[in-house]
């Protein structure tokens, strides 16, 4: 009796230890979705190196021909970073409409992790994957995709 009552204590309290550390994953993986966020809509690019692996990570860009997407190239964001951050700042009344939503967050073994998120920038909302990885005791974004909608 006092092994079993043994083995479902340390069984829970193991349990208890690995939701903590998915928690505390969580809240680290969205803190950097929301420093992509105030990135973007900010210009700001300390918040976006922040966000994004800045050596080799990338986006998938979509190609357009004909209307139509037909593949995707990769650009690094250490190039895109700096295009985002330049650019012009939005207006208060467009940043009254922008919005931010996780719409879901898996983390594996506390060392990758996929996000789905709707990002919502004046009249377009893109809906993003992105790919997540701890570098340097830090969660970065290595990989996006994304669609808009209108």
């Known amino acids: 009796m006092m092994k079993k009552s043994l ?7 193991g349990i208890n230890i690995f939701s903590q550390s998915k928690e505390n994953d969580i809240q680290k993986i969205t803190k950097t ?6 990135g973007y809509i900010y210009r700001d690019i300390s918040k976006l ?6 050596i080799n990570g990338t ?25 985002w951050g330049n650019r012009e700042k939005l207006s208060k ?3 009254q409409n922008c919005s931010l939503t996780i719409l879901n967050i898996d983390v594996v ?7 789905k ?21 830090q969660w970065k974004i290595t990989n996006k995709i994304y669609a808009t909608r209108k």
Not at 110 to 115: F, L, N, P, Q
């Open 109 to 115: 073994d506390g060392v990758v992790a996929s996000a």
């Open 33 to 38: 979705i929301q420093n992509y966020y105030d």
């Open 117 to 137: 998120i709707s990002m919502k920038v004046d009249t377009v909302t893109y809906i993003d994957i992105l790919s997540l990885e701890v570098m340097n005791n």
């Open 7 to 13: 083995s479902l204590l340390l069984l829970l309290i």
């Open 49 to 54: 190196n922040k966000a994004f692996d800045t």
């Open 93 to 95: 009344e467009v940043l």
């Open 59 to 83: 986006m998938k860009v979509p190609i357009v021909t004909n209307g139509k997407v037909t593949g995707y190239a990769n650009n690094y964001f250490k190039d895109l970073q700096t295009k």
